[in-house]
């Protein structure tokens, strides 16, 4: 496979249990919304996915780029 290798050495900079965490609180929120608007019966405009779990606001906190990298870490 020619594309099983990385272009750039470089990755997230974030814990997975944080996003992890946060993205199960925004899908538990939205579900909330969702079932109260069902339950209201004001449901002529639903909630867009993008109204919940917005990537800029999560915990993550962007990417480095590792200058000293083995070739290892280019593995996809």
Known sequence: ???????????GMC?????KKFRSQENRRKR????????CEE????????DFG???SS???????WIDHDDKWMRK
Not at 32 to 39: A, D, P, V
Not at 59 to 65: A, F, H, S
């Open 1 to 11: 496979m020619s594309n099983s290798y990385k272009k750039q050495p470089g990755g």
């Open 15 to 19: 814990s997975t249990t944080a996003q």
């Open 32 to 39: 909330r919304k969702i079932k109260t608007l069902l339950l």
């Open 43 to 50: 449901y002529e405009i639903l909630p867009t996915e993008k």
């Open 54 to 56: 917005n990537e800029w």
């Open 59 to 65: 915990p993550r906190d962007g990417k480095q780029y």
